[in-house]
């Protein structure tokens, strides 16, 4: 192997690789995959060697200069889901390989097998500085786990015996030997005897997995149906064949419960993969995993890239969340990347959501790619929780200007008499600004697009899809009223309204600011399930998976946040949240009571959420989609450019839509149409302006072959400008 074939992580198009020399000093090292540093424009660039072909030429070829990582954590199997990637989210292939095999683990030769990790927990710093040789060693392994002894003593420039010594200490470990540690699988007696409808879920999912080809199912289960238990079944259907599991959750983090119960069914098999991970962590983790010794890997989005050696089985579970789409490039959405996975390993995909995308809900419908399993009671027949619904515009004219209403008051005071826990919930403030007006809860909105307008610092509205634009108002269109402006309220305006409402309250609050620090997700949860504390105020991540039994009261302090959102989806989220929130409730022997406060109280993605009616609210906002020719009746890319000069931006946004439209003609795509150029719903950010194109058409593959078309010929003609291509976006 004289020559080897690298894909650079640069852009470049999209499927190219360069051809450089193996020096001969390297040649025992390199291997297919290798991560190598080579010369690429008159710099140094990472890449990984896909092959060793021949150059067509051998005039220009340059040496590589060295091997970063001699086994990245890729193989045959993962190579096909980069290149499968490359042509479905139209990004590089050098770009593919490093987002599955993550970033690089150590210089030179990282091995595969046992590399050295910096050992969790507090070193005593003092005791360090005055071994200075010891604390360069550690810095070293911390910035290059996976060393060898060897390795990494000639990285420290120190002797083998400082490594020795570390590892003696136990500040240094192999990587293999860093496991969670301590999780004995629960006794089978503790696992409980399944529910009817669990059982009749199971019984289908494991004809599947014995079946020899890939499938993919929705399990579309109300709140606390009981899906998890369904998920270990399957999961330890899948090990008794020796295969491999993988298991996505939205973010592990918010999650500590499932975590927990994993490991109380699968002890020391269970590997997680997460953000929160240190670089050593990882790695030893996706070992184990490579190795087969963690059979279940349990993780966020980018676990759906796991080395598994035979993968058997994909679970995502809540697959509905939006952290599934990764939103820088490549833009990939696990669930999809999980489909490709499974039909390349013949493996089984199951989808759990009580509130399905309209996407995945449309494919399981008869005639559709997945099957459907609906489970609709709750275990033990809990009920699901009692919903109101609150008219905010009643309580202005009622001269309340608390944000909270009578009612939701009454509750509160209702369940601290009680000593009963409530959880009041407040959903991100949107990042655009949106107009509403106060009196009727009118929103205005982009009369061709539908959705709501954006509010400019300029005065005007504008519709980021398309740009159509509109002078803002000073009284509303439809009622006159004059409190017509932007709103939101913040988590800690809540915190203050329930105390000067309930001085004596104990309150916990749960949002980005009191969240920062690792690990305190999971100790302002466990504090609200097991203190003293009876009210939880918190965004969205409290409406995911949280089970705690004494909660009975879920109030949502504005549903037209979510609402009136500037994305053709607003409905769908609004009804997602509200469903998910109020799944919070009653999870205990006690009934729950859900407050929904807004001023829109007939929009039906309100009304289906109080009815616990998916079915209802999926033809409502099917019929919308269809009648504005949006997903899942359409496919979308959004091609955002960014620059800080906002003439260059425009220039190339409107150059490209000349370009889309030239192609679009030549060849010869039908039904499908430009949006834009229009200013982006955040129109400026970091000083950086924002403008999109948004192409739509009836067929996937038509706008993806536009789109990378127009991405060989223009990519780089602007060379100020950033151009990001986003297949299937989830935010536009
Ligand atoms: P979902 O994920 O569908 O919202 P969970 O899997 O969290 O629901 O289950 C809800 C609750 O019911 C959990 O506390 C779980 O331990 C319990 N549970 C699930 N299955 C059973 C069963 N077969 N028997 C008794 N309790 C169960
Ligand atoms: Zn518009």
């Known amino acids: 192997m004289q020559y080897a074939e690298v894909a650079v992580i640069v852009p470049v198009r999209l499927y190219q690789t360069f051809h450089y020399r193996v020096p001969s000093q390297l040649q025992s090292e390199l291997k297919k995959f290798s991560r190598v540093e080579v010369p690429f424009a008159g710099r140094l660039v990472q890449g990984f060697v896909v092959g060793f072909s021949r150059p067509p030429h051998l005039q220009k070829v340059k040496d590589i200069k060295r091997v970063l990582e001699q086994a990245p954590f890729l193989n045959d199997d993962l190579y096909e889901t980069a290149c499968w990637m490359v ?243 490549p833009k990939y959405h696990a669930r999809e990347v999980a489909l490709q996975r499974a039909a390349q390993n013949k493996a089984v995909v199951v989808l759990g959501s009580a509130t399905p995308a309209l996407e995945s809900y449309c494919r399981a419908r008869p005639g559709g790619p997945y099957g459907l399993i609906t489970m609709t009671k709750r ?30 008051q009454n509750a509160l005071a209702g369940r601290l008499a009680k000593g009963e826990k409530s959880i009041l919930f407040l959903n991100r403030r949107g990042l655009a600004t949106v107009v509403i007006c106060r009196q009727c809860g009118g929103v205005m909105k982009c009369p061709r697009c539908e959705i709501s307008y954006t509010l400019h610092s300029d005065g005007w509205l504008k519709c980021h899809y398309c740009g159509h634009a509109a002078r803002a108002p000073g009284i509303c269109p439809c009622c006159g009223g004059q409190t017509i402006r932007s709103f939101g309220v913040g988590t800690q305006r809540v915190e203050e309204e329930v105390k000067r409402l309930f001085p004596d309250c104990r309150v916990l609050r749960m949002d980005a600011d009191t969240t920062a620090r690792k690990g305190s997700h999971r100790q302002l949860l466990h504090e609200f399930a097991h203190g003293d504390a009876q009210v939880l105020i918190g965004t969205q991540m409290i409406a995911k998976g949280l089970d705690i039994h004494q909660v009975t009261l879920v109030g949502v302090i504005s549903a037209d946040i979510t609402l009136h959102m500037p994305d053709f989806r607003a409905a769908e989220r609004t009804f997602q949240l509200l469903t998910q929130v109020a799944g919070r409730a009653g999870r205990g022997s006690k009934p729950g009571e859900v407050i929904i406060q807004t001023y829109d109280p007939g929009h039906f993605s309100i009304i289906t959420a109080q009815n616990h009616d998916y079915l209802g609210f999926y033809h409502k906002e099917m019929a919308v989609r269809r009648s504005l020719r949006y997903p899942p009746f359409s496919y979308l890319i959004k091609i955002l450019f960014t620059g800080l000069n906002e003439g260059d931006v425009m220039a190339a946004a409107q150059y490209w839509q000349e370009r889309l439209a030239e192609a679009g003609r030549n060849l010869a795509v039908r039904d499908w149409e430009i949006l834009g150029p229009a200013p982006a719903g955040i129109p400026r950010i970091k000083n950086r302006y924002r403008w999109q194109l948004i192409l739509k058409g009836m067929a996937s593959r038509d706008i993806r072959r536009l789109a990378a078309a127009v991405l060989e010929q223009a990519g780089t003609r602007y060379k100020q400008v950033a151009v990001s291509i986003d297949v299937d976006p989830l935010n536009l």
Not at 220 to 225: A, R
Not at 235 to 240: M, Q, S
Not at 385 to 408: Q, Y
Request: net charge positive.
């Open 87 to 329: 042509q479905r989210y139209l990004c590089s292939l050098g770009d593919a390989l490093q987002c599955i095999a993550g970033s690089p683990v150590g210089s030179s030769q990282a091995r595969q097998e046992n590399g050295l990790v910096v050992a969790d927990g507090q070193f005593n710093q003092a005791v360090l500085a005055r071994a200075p040789k010891q604390k360069i060693t550690l810095e070293a392994a911390r910035a290059c786990p996976g060393l060898t002894k060897s390795q990494l003593a000639a990285k420290a420039g120190v002797s083998a015996a400082v490594v020795n010594a570390l590892l003696a200490k136990g500040l240094l470990k192999e990587a293999a030997a860093v496991q969670a540690g301590g999780h004995e699988a629960m006794p089978r007696a503790a696992i409980p005897p399944l529910t009817a409808e669990q059982e009749l879920a199971v019984s289908q999912l494991r004809q599947a997995l014995r079946a020899a080809g890939p499938s993919a199912w929705l399990l579309h289960g109300v709140t606390g149906s009981g899906k998890t238990e369904v998920y270990l079944r399957l999961i330890d259907e899948t090990l008794n064949m020796r295969r491999q599991v993988i298991v996505l959750v939205p973010e592990i983090s918010l999650t500590p419960q499932m975590v927990e119960r994993f490991r109380a069914r699968f002890g020391q098999q269970v590997a997680l993969l997460h953000s929160a991970l240190s670089q050593g962590e990882r790695y030893a983790e996706k070992a184990r995993i490579r190795a087969g010794q963690a059979a279940v890997v349990l993780g966020a989005r980018s676990a759906i890239f796991a080395p598994v050696p035979d993968l058997g089985l994909i679970i995502i579970d809540e697959e509905h969340e939006h952290s599934y789409k990764q939103e820088e490039s």
């Open 379 to 408: 275990v033990d027949q809990r009920e699901l929780p009692k919903v109101h619904i609150i008219d905010l515009r009643k309580e202005l004219a009622a001269g309340n200007t608390s944000i909270f209403s009578v009612a939701l």
